[in-house]
């Protein structure tokens, strides 16, 4: 009871903080979403979201910039982790040059450095297609919606699957050894001891990874932002960079916070339900 | 007691010291040029006696920062706006203060270029002082032109002699091109359109700004020569990606011909490729049935919250006078002032490239000077785009984007 009061106590300025800086503001984009120009009280803003083309597509273009990110982030995540969990010698070379190195590239960096590669005029991924003959010629990938969302997703992978590795690896290393000792005794092979031992074993470290990459994805905004800026036509454009431009570019603030507030519920959402799922599995 | 009394004092110490400072917000290509601004600046500082804070922001954040802190209410006295479309956008939004009064009676606006008025004008009021501009011409390289068998100094003139030339130029198995056609969802692909649109004999809106006016037969021929530069004749890069800055940088490597460009380009040209020099220029863009160029440029706006109006209109009037524009052109060679009388009196009168560009200017439109601005020109993009992407015909892609034009200014 005494340490629940304790740490009740120390969370307490965090939680004070989230108020003021999360909720206030939440509070206030709430308003504004019901505001007009004028300040007087409307559904205009949410009318004009749900009538607008621009919004399905982006919801449509986020659904599947977050399918083929997360998928590919957690998937390379941890065949990574599996791998260099294996590696006994120069862990630390090799944990750094594959986990760290992308993940601390900054987002705009990382994007500017993309984009240059898939260029068409000077791009070092078309030179070496090309060298190696698997391209005849120089592949315009940014140029076609449908190519230029597959190159953000790429470069979407490269970006964050560092961060789901890094989680498995942690998570891989709490699995007791005697687990798979059992499982070799009773003749298991490494496929066999993959599923039935690591998978459910990691299963609390993946939900938690699936969570975060989901909601990070959703919210990621950058790397769309310096490779493709929403296009080629609306080819990539998502929620936030929909978002983003109606503020900050069509000055229309009112329809921005409503969107925002869509997006939020979303978010809110998807945490929601992977947070009550992950505290049933605990209890039970 | 003493304390207090301390405390106040040191307090409307601070508060008059900060009251007597002006801080402009500098943006665009003329941010890059700051020590020139110091020296500007210090001249104006020792006249009046008024503490000036410059602060220089680049052309890609500034539009984003400009815009938090009107909207925030936190504005400099004194800021930078640019020609297309900024001013009347933020003056329906309440945040600029009308300089009406000052510019009827300040001697030297009979100097300014007439067609810049519309730009800062928002419901018959002045909300700006242009202050530099330009127009929009064809930037063009000489070695290239030499290259292919063509005489440099005879551009082409006409839009057929304009794919004669880029498809002499154009060899696409090494990746050289003619033209460049902007085609990206940017700024840059409207102002290409606008070019041919104008060139055609057609217009974007109607006179009243009331209307979508580009759905005509010349609209229509403009569209198709502008993506067909791209489609059919295979004159330009991907044109999907690229717009003409990149088409610049293209050209000081030798692998784009012409594009559109202006007066800042050459500083920019010449950082990308030393060698340059000398091996480009520009001429007035190829056209159909009339002359044409959009204009654009910069100009000086007073935010309404500024507690020093009067002093921001002082150092406004300041940066735009003669003296000081002479000056900055003699040290320069550049951007294009506003003022007439500094452009014919200065060296600039005599420099080619120059006269070029003082022949055209009198041809350039102005983007629509109203709030709705960035909305259309987002749907001329997409309509470039959808017709580039063979998502749409030209005839269909035309109606689309005037429909949601006309929905966007509300006409039936």
Same mark, same amino acid.
């Given at each position: 009871m005494r340490e629940q009061k304790i740490a009740l106590r120390m969370v307490m300025p965090y939680v004070l903080i989230i108020i003021a800086f999360v909720v206030l503001l939440l509070i206030s984009n709430i308003v504004m979403s019901f505001s007009t120009t004028d300040g007087n009280f409307t559904f205009q803003n949410y009318k004009a979201i749900f009538t607008d083309n621009v919004f399905y597509k982006s919801v449509f273009n986020t659904c599947i910039w977050v399918l083929g990110s997360v998928a590919g982030q957690i998937l390379l995540g941890l065949a990574v982790a599996l791998l260099l969990t294996q590696i006994k010698r120069g862990q630390v070379f090799f944990r750094s040059i594959i986990l760290i190195l992308p993940w601390a590239t900054l987002d705009i960096v990382a994007g500017v450095m993309w984009k240059w590669m898939y260029n068409d005029m000077y791009g070092v991924l078309n030179d070496i297609l090309v060298k190696i003959g698997l391209a005849k010629d120089y592949i315009p990938w940014l140029a076609t919606p449908k190519m230029a969302m597959i190159a953000v997703i790429v470069a979407n992978i490269w970006k964050g699957f560092c961060l789901s590795g890094m989680f498995f690896i942690a998570g891989i290393q709490t699995i007791p050894r005697e687990?798979?000792?059992?499982?070799? #005794?009773?003749?298991?092979?490494?496929?066999?001891?993959?599923?039935?031992?690591? #998978?459910?074993?990691?299963?609390?470290v993946l939900m938690t990874t699936l969570m975060f990459t989901i909601i990070w994805t959703i919210n990621y905004f950058p790397l769309i932002y310096v490779m493709t800026g929403g296009g080629p036509n609306y080819g990539t454009e998502t929620i936030v960079t929909y978002i983003y431009r109606l503020s900050l570019r069509f000055l229309e603030y009112n329809k921005a916070a409503a969107l925002s507030n869509i997006l939020f519920i979303i978010v809110f959402t998807i945490a929601y339900l992977f947070t009550k799922k992950m505290a049933r599995e605990v209890a039970a | 007691?003493?304390?207090?009394?301390?405390?106040?004092?040191?307090?409307?110490?601070?508060?008059?010291?900060?009251?007597?400072?002006?801080?402009?917000?500098?943006?665009?290509?003329?941010?890059?040029?700051?020590?020139?601004?110091?020296?500007?600046?210090?001249?104006?500082?020792?006249?009046?006696?008024?503490?000036?804070?410059?602060?220089?922001?680049?052309?890609?954040?500034?539009?984003?920062?400009?815009?938090?802190?009107?909207q925030a209410g936190k504005g400099p006295d004194l800021a930078f706006a640019d020609l297309g479309g900024w001013v009347p956008t933020f003056a329906e939004k309440g945040w600029l203060e009308p300089m009406e009064e000052q510019i009827k009676k300040w001697e030297g606006t009979p100097q300014i270029w007439p067609n810049l008025w519309p730009t800062v004008t928002y419901k018959g009021v002045r909300y700006g002082l242009p202050w530099y501009t330009d127009c929009r011409l064809l930037l063009y390289n000489k070695t290239m032109f030499e290259q292919a068998g063509l005489d440099p100094n005879n551009p082409p003139k006409t839009w057929d002699e304009l794919v004669a030339a880029a498809q002499k130029i154009t060899d696409t198995k090494n990746r050289i091109y003619g033209y460049g056609v902007s085609g990206t969802k940017t700024e840059h692909t409207t102002l290409g359109y606008m070019m041919f649109l104008y060139a055609a004999g057609g217009k974007l809106l109607t006179d009243d700004y009331s209307r979508a006016a580009f759905n005509t037969p010349e609209g229509l021929k403009a569209l198709k020569f502008y993506t067909d530069l791209a489609k059919r004749y295979g004159v330009s890069p991907n044109a999907v990606q690229y717009h003409e800055d990149d088409y610049r940088n293209m050209m000081a490597q030798n692998r784009v011909a012409m594009s559109i460009g202006g007066p800042w380009s050459f500083p920019l040209i010449e950082a990308a490729n030393p060698n340059i020099v000398g091996k480009y220029s520009v001429a007035l863009h190829p056209y159909d049935s009339q002359p044409a160029s959009v204009l654009g440029g910069w100009a000086l706006v007073i935010p309404k919250t500024s507690p020093n109006k009067e002093d921001a209109w002082k150092l406004a009037e300041y940066l735009t006078s003669f003296d000081v524009w002479m000056k900055w052109v003699e040290e320069k060679g550049g951007p294009m002032p506003t003022r007439m009388d500094v452009c014919t009196k200065s060296k600039l009168a005599n420099d080619p490239k120059w006269q070029v560009i003082f022949k055209t200017f009198p041809y350039a439109v102005a983007r629509p000077p109203i709030p709705q601005y960035p909305q259309i020109s987002e749907q001329i993009q997409i309509m470039v785009q959808k017709v580039l992407l063979n998502e749409l015909t030209p005839e269909e892609a035309i109606k689309v984007a005037a429909e949601n034009v006309n929905k966007i200014l509300g006409a039936k």
């Open positions: 687990l798979y000792e059992a499982a070799e #005794i009773d003749g298991a092979n490494a496929y066999g001891r993959f599923w039935n031992v690591t #998978i459910p074993q990691l299963k609390p | 007691m003493k304390k207090v009394f301390l405390c106040i004092v040191l307090v409307s110490l601070v508060l008059l010291s900060f009251g007597k400072t002006l801080t402009i917000w500098i943006g665009g290509q003329v941010a890059e040029l700051d020590e020139t601004w110091n020296s500007i600046i210090k001249v104006f500082e020792q006249k009046y006696g008024i503490k000036v804070e410059v602060q220089l922001f680049g052309f890609d954040t500034y539009y984003d920062k400009l815009v938090t802190a009107l």
